[in-house]
């Protein structure tokens, strides 16, 4: 076993994480060293959060990743542009050569937040980078797939009264179409048309019941 093993050993495996996902190519358009190898970036708070973090860690919250850098004594270095949304931590003993050094970085008590802290987690919350927790995000999507359940439900409820509605619709117009049919002869104009062109039979009954009147002399 070599000697770096056995110094491994001692370091917290939050800094080994660390080192790893900082130290990992895969990640450098996320995370990566800075030039000079004293200090890492996140570059991506979001994507992050999201894709790295959870390879990691069992959540994807990004403000309780910063609060373990806290808690192990990293710092954030200002950014001095001011509109570079990139986030900047180091530590001395935390460097891209000196994986030795890890075993230095104690665990101490979490400061109480400065000013700067506090104004950084409030622009993290802004930004959306940061995930809810994995428990909480896991019983959230399980209250969602009960409501889409429900809401599945009383569609299909809804869809059944409305087949029916329109079936009941359907029916009562079907009635309304056969009476207007059936009653088309029974109008008084109907009626009159049939005393006005009743026929020459009817003309022929009207000519023998008229009285013969005798001419005068």
């Not at 076993?1 to 450098?28: C, G, N, Q, R, W």
């Not at 000079?36 to 973090?53: C, E, H, N, P, Y």
């Not at 104690?106 to 802290?117: D, F, L, Y």
């Not at 009653?183 to 039979?201: H, I, K, N, R, Y």
Request: with cysteine; charged share 25%.
């Amino acid at each position: 076993m070599s000697s770096v093993t056995l110094e491994l050993d001692k370091v917290a495996p939050f800094l080994i994480k660390l080192y790893e996902i900082v130290s990992s190519p895969a990640s450098d358009y996320l995370i990566c060293w800075s030039e000079m190898g004293d200090s890492f970036r996140i570059i991506d708070r979001t994507k992050f959060a999201q894709d790295v973090l959870p390879l990691y860690f069992k959540h994807d919250n990004l403000r309780s990743f910063i609060r373990q850098l806290n808690i192990y004594g990293f710092q954030r270095v200002p950014n001095a542009s001011g509109r570079d949304r990139t986030m900047e931590f180091q530590h001395p003993m935390f460097t891209r050569n000196g994986v030795r050094n890890l075993k230095e970085i104690k665990r101490g008590n979490q400061p109480k937040k400065t000013e700067a802290e506090e104004a950084m987690e409030a622009s993290i919350d802004g930004d959306g980078g940061e995930g809810p927790p994995a428990k909480k995000a896991r019983h959230d999507y399980s209250v969602f797939k009960t409501d889409v359940a429900r809401l599945q439900k009383n569609l299909d409820a809804f869809e059944a009264d409305l087949k029916e509605h329109t079936m009941q619709v359907q029916l009562k117009l079907a009635y309304i179409l056969s009476a207007l049919d059936d009653s088309a002869f029974d109008t008084p104009l109907a009626a009159a048309e049939q005393v006005d062109t009743g026929g020459p039979q009817n003309l022929a009954a009207m000519h023998v019941q008229q009285p013969i009147v005798a001419p005068m002399r």
